[in-house]
């Protein structure tokens, strides 16, 4: 599993993080993964299954980190869950998934787990300073002592316990709320406030796979203002087309704001989602959609091959061999298929090919394979390849076989031969299977 804590800031003598950032930063992550939970003053989410949705690790970090920090995130942390992932962020390790986790955890100060905070004093008198000095604690002792809470999330850091989180549920409508951290008396300085709310709401966007052409802006007046200011005021945005892109908004914004008056010092921003319609957007899969328009196999191979490059996508062509594992061959999509007529077999051809022949055990001149074989038909004669020369140049690739169609009890029909050249008569191989 791979789990990421996002922390918010918060120091000993700071005040914890509001209910409105914590739920903004947990709102925003839910287009990442639906499993998304609040922890104390920071969020965590389970991205295992996401990371290759997002081009991978490095990619997601990349971007988590970076749009993380126009939400006031802190810190950012990996690990293979979630507590053992908070812990980290509270320490500043960004990596808890590269070493071992008892040996990363076992060097972090105790008090970045949240169920030691309580009894901090109590264990640093013990002469506890990490994790990993609690952890070699007796545990009957710690149970005793301190209670089951303790030994409990000691055992879920390390793995050694399954969590339980409460989810965070993605809402039907966008509102969010943010408290300036100082009066602000021009309107296009609300842009710096206002960045953050869009963030958010992209991310729910992004989560509902949706895209709004329509949102309003609201901003509440200080109180220490006029009586003819009023409580406040707003600001509609329309877009053209469905939108959910950061940087676009925040230009259609400020461009509107540019042109406010503000009556009075703000102090509150809140953002509404008007209109929320479903966003269309353009597929990155290899293969087209059943719903768009049909595309012949040439067409799609050619498009594959022009993003992969010609030798990573290669198609079969039929050729005029008798042999069976030189019946076809494989070349590159792009090439033309080479004009020649396959004339039609009038024996059964078996479904899969070994790539190499598996020889057979015999039990009184009879082959077996998971059991004794019943032979159907044959014997069907292929004879050819002296003009196929080895790597060599020296030996060709000529075979003289007899073929059968043989039944096993266990694996089904199979299809056999016996090498006509082959020294040892007695001979036989496994060549393939019908489905």
């Known amino acids: 599993m791979l789990w990421a804590a996002l922390s918010l ?28 939970a609040i922890a104390d003053e920071a969020i965590v989410l389970e991205v295992e ?49 590269r070493r071992p986790l008892p040996e990363v955890l076992d060097a972090l100060p105790m008090d970045t787990l949240s169920a030691i905070r309580s009894h901090h004093l109590t264990l640093a008198q013990l002469g506890c300073r990490t994790l990993g000095d609690v952890r070699r604690l007796p545990r009957g002792g710690i149970s005793r002592r301190f209670g089951k809470e303790l030994l409990n999330a ?45 963030v958010q709401l992209c991310g729910w966007l992004a989560a509902r796979r949706a895209g709004t052409t329509a949102f309003t802006l609201r901003w509440a007046h200080d109180s220490m203002r006029s009586r003819d200011a009023g ?64 595309e012949s196999l040439a067409l799609v191979l050619e498009r594959i091959a022009a993003r992969l490059g010609p030798e990573r996508v290669r198609r079969p062509v039929l050729c ?46 009879r082959p077996i394979y998971q059991g004794p074989l019943m032979l159907l038909s044959g014997p069907h004669r292929v004879e050819g390849g002296w003009w196929h020369l080895g790597e060599d140049d020296a030996s060709t690739r000529h075979v003289e076989r007899d073929y059968w169609v043989a039944l096993s009890q266990h694996a089904g029909v ?10 040892d008569a007695t001979a036989w191989y496994l060549h393939g299977s019908f489905a």
């Open 9 to 36: 800031p918060f120091g000993p003598d700071e005040t914890p993080p509001s209910s409105d950032d914590l739920h903004g930063l947990a709102t925003w992550a839910l287009q990442f993964t639906p499993r998304v």
């Open 320 to 365: 005029e061999d008798e042999r069976p594992e030189w019946a076809q061959h494989w070349q590159p999509a792009p090439q033309p298929l080479p004009r020649q007529r396959v004339a039609p077999l009038d024996v059964p051809q078996p479904t899969f090919i070994l790539a190499e022949p598996q020889r057979l055990a015999v039990r009184e001149h």
């Open 154 to 198: 000691l055992d879920q850091a390390y793995g050694l316990r399954p969590e339980t989180h409460g989810w965070v549920e993605l809402s039907e409508t966008f509102h969010a709320r943010l408290e300036l951290m100082s009066r602000v008396e021009t309107a296009p300085a609300l842009l710096f406030g206002a960045r953050r709310l869009l």
């Open 49 to 97: 299954a996401s990371t290759r949705l997002f081009g991978g690790r490095r990619a997601l970090h990349e971007r988590i980190a970076g749009e993380g920090q126009d939400l006031g995130m802190a810190a950012l942390a990996w690990a293979p869950n979630s507590l053992a992932a908070l812990a980290c962020a509270r320490a500043g390790v960004l990596n808890g998934v």
């Open 231 to 294: 409580e406040g005021g707003e600001l509609t945005i329309r877009t053209a087309q469905p939108m959910r892109q950061v940087e676009h908004l925040c230009r259609l914004l400020a461009e509107h704001l540019a042109r406010v008056e503000l009556l009075a010092p703000v102090g509150d921003l809140a953002l509404e989602a008007i209109d929320v319609v479903p966003l269309e957007e353009r597929s990155a899969s290899l293969l087209p959609d059943e719903q768009s328009e049909r």
């Open 414 to 423: 199979l299809w056999i031969y016996q090498e006509r050249l082959a020294g």
